[in-house]
């Protein structure tokens, strides 16, 4: 009923740019915090950086400075502009949201895209 797609992943040298795109769709009633996350292979899925529906954000301190999310609400899209990528921050991203559904009013649940690959390397 509800599915995130990301899009906007892709290779890229050290010291470049990406922005991450997510597009939320289906029986959306409302969104409330929206965010992205990474995973680099061998470890665990981590907090990149989130937005509330006010706009209060949050990052990842090894973000902090490089990464700046926004959204949009009219679209039910969230996005994140990377610069100055390390090798580092090689790894799928994946877009996050929590949504209440018409079918479930007052009820949130967490939604997750499928992941796109970013890869910093020279």
């Known amino acids: 009923q509800v599915q995130l797609v990301e899009s906007g992943g892709g290779l890229v040298q050290p010291g470049g740019s990406l922005r991450l795109s997510c597009v939320a769709s289906?029986?959306?009633?409302?969104?409330?915090?929206m965010g992205w996350y990474r995973q680099a292979p061998g470890k665990q899925r981590e907090l990149v950086a989130t937005i509330r529906s006010g706009g209060n954000t949050k990052y990842a301190d090894s973000v902090k400075g490089r990464f700046t999310i926004s959204r949009d609400n009219a679209k039910s899209a969230v996005y994140v502009q990377m610069n100055s990528l390390k090798p580092e921050d090689t790894a799928v991203y994946y877009c996050n949201a929590a949504i209440e559904t018409f079918q479930a009013k007052g009820l949130e649940y967490d939604y997750w895209g499928q992941g796109t690959q970013v890869t910093v390397s020279s």
């Open positions: 289906g029986s959306i009633f409302s969104i409330n915090a």
